[in-house]
C-alpha cells in the first residue's frame, strides 16, 4: 500500500492532485521502517515468503526518505552577530477561533518583537496588544478587515496590501508588504497566508501570484513568512523554493499541527530570507 501511494505521488510532478500526497510521506516512511522491522522479526520463519515484500518496503524507505531525509538533516543557520544589531522576528497563526486569546495576548507583550507576522488574526486581540505593538497594517492596507498582520514597534515607512479576492484566506493568497527603515537600510517584509492544500489548483495559483509580488519588490532585503500549507518536500514547494531566490530558513521545523495532544507533524510554517540578512536559528515558541 505504501509502494503504491508512493508511486501516485511521483506523479505529483506533473499533476498537482498527485502531488498531496507527498505532504504524507514521513508516515510513509514510518510505517514502511516499522514494517521492515517486523519482517526482520518473523524472517528466521518466514524468510522465504517475506523477501520480496521486504524489498518493497525497503525501495518505498529509499525512495520517500532521498526526499524527506535531505530536508530533516539540513544544517541549522549560523548564530547571527553578536556586536551587530539584532531584530527579533515571530510568524504566528492565532487561528480564528482561538479559545484562549488571553495568552495569546500575554505571549505577543512579554516577547517584545521587533515585527510579527500575524495570521488569522483577531481583531480584538490586535488592539489589546496595541500598547507594545503601536503599528499594525492588513492585507488590505486597514481598508477592510483582512486576516494576515504585520505588527510592530516602529512605523513602516511603505504598506502594499497583496490580498487577492478572499483577504480571509479561505480560497486565495492573504498577503501584505510592509517596509521598514533600519539604520539607513530598507527592510521588507511580506507576510503571507496560503490556501489550503485542497483543491491543489488554489494553492499553486497562490505560490505564483506570490512568486510574482517578491519578484515586484525592489528591495534587496527582504522577509517573506507566513503559513503556506505545504510541506517543503512537495513538489510544488521545491520548485516554489527554487523559483523564489532565497534562502530557507525554517528546515526540519515541525509546526502543524501545535497543540499539547498530538506533537507537530508536518512542516508548514517557513520563513525565507535574502542573502544580506542573517537570520539565526529559528524555533517554534512555548504553548
Known amino acids: 500500500?505504501?509502494?503504491?501511494?508512493?508511486?501516485?505521488?511521483?506523479?505529483?510532478?506533473?499533476?498537482?492532485?498527485?502531488?498531496?500526497?507527498?505532504?504524507?510521506?514521513?508516515?510513509?516512511?514510518?510505517?514502511?521502517?516499522?514494517?521492515?522491522?517486523?519482517?526482520?522479526?518473523?524472517?528466521?520463519?518466514?524468510?522465504?515468503?517475506?523477501?520480496?515484500?521486504?524489498?518493497?518496503?525497503?525501495?518505498?524507505?529509499?525512495?520517500?526518505?532521498?526526499?524527506?531525509?535531505?530536508?530533516?538533516?539540513?544544517?541549522?543557520?549560523?548564530?547571527?552577530?553578536?556586536?551587530?544589531?539584532n531584530y527579533r522576528f515571530a510568524v504566528f497563526n492565532m487561528k480564528q477561533k482561538n479559545h484562549t486569546p488571553d495568552a495569546v495576548i500575554d505571549w505577543l507583550t512579554n516577547n517584545a518583537f521587533d515585527f510579527a507576522v500575524l495570521l488569522?488574526?483577531?481583531?480584538?486581540?490586535?488592539?489589546?496588544?496595541?500598547?507594545?505593538?503601536?503599528?499594525?497594517?492588513?492585507?488590505?492596507?486597514?481598508?477592510?478587515?483582512?486576516?494576515?498582520?504585520v505588527i510592530s514597534a516602529r512605523a513602516p515607512a511603505k504598506i502594499r496590501g497583496l490580498a487577492s479576492w478572499d483577504p480571509q484566506n479561505r480560497k486565495s493568497l492573504s498577503a501584505i508588504e510592509t517596509v521598514f527603515c533600519l539604520d539607513g537600510q530598507e527592510l521588507t517584509i511580506i507576510g503571507a497566508h496560503l490556501s489550503r492544500p485542497w483543491p491543489p489548483f488554489a494553492q499553486n495559483r497562490d505560490l505564483k501570484d506570490l512568486l510574482r509580488h517578491v519578484a515586484a519588490s525592489n528591495d534587496r532585503n527582504i522577509i517573506v513568512a507566513g503559513d503556506f500549507n505545504s510541506t517543503p518536500w512537495s513538489f510544488r514547494f521545491r520548485a516554489f523554493d527554487r523559483k523564489l531566490g532565497l534562502t530557507r530558513v525554517t528546515r526540519s521545523l515541525f509546526t502543524w499541527p501545535a497543540d499539547r495532544i498530538v506533537p507537530p507533524l508536518l512542516p508548514l510554517d517557513h520563513i525565507f530570507v535574502s542573502r544580506g540578512i542573517r537570520a539565526g536559528a529559528p524555533h517554534t515558541a512555548a504553548a
Open 1 to 85: 500500500a505504501c509502494a503504491f501511494l508512493l508511486l501516485l505521488s511521483q506523479a505529483g510532478q506533473w499533476h498537482p492532485p498527485a502531488d498531496l500526497l507527498n505532504h504524507l510521506l514521513p508516515q510513509l516512511l514510518m510505517v514502511s521502517a516499522i514494517f521492515v522491522a517486523m519482517q526482520l522479526g518473523f524472517a528466521i520463519r518466514y524468510r522465504n515468503s517475506l523477501w520480496a515484500p521486504l524489498a518493497i518496503a525497503c525501495l518505498v524507505i529509499g525512495v520517500a526518505g532521498r526526499m524527506v531525509l535531505p530536508e530533516i538533516a539540513a544544517a541549522a543557520p549560523s548564530p547571527p552577530d553578536r556586536h551587530g544589531r
Open 120 to 149: 488569522e488574526a483577531d481583531a480584538s486581540v490586535i488592539r489589546a496588544v496595541d500598547r507594545a505593538y503601536p503599528h499594525a497594517a492588513n492585507c488590505l492596507e486597514n481598508k477592510r478587515r483582512c486576516s494576515t498582520v
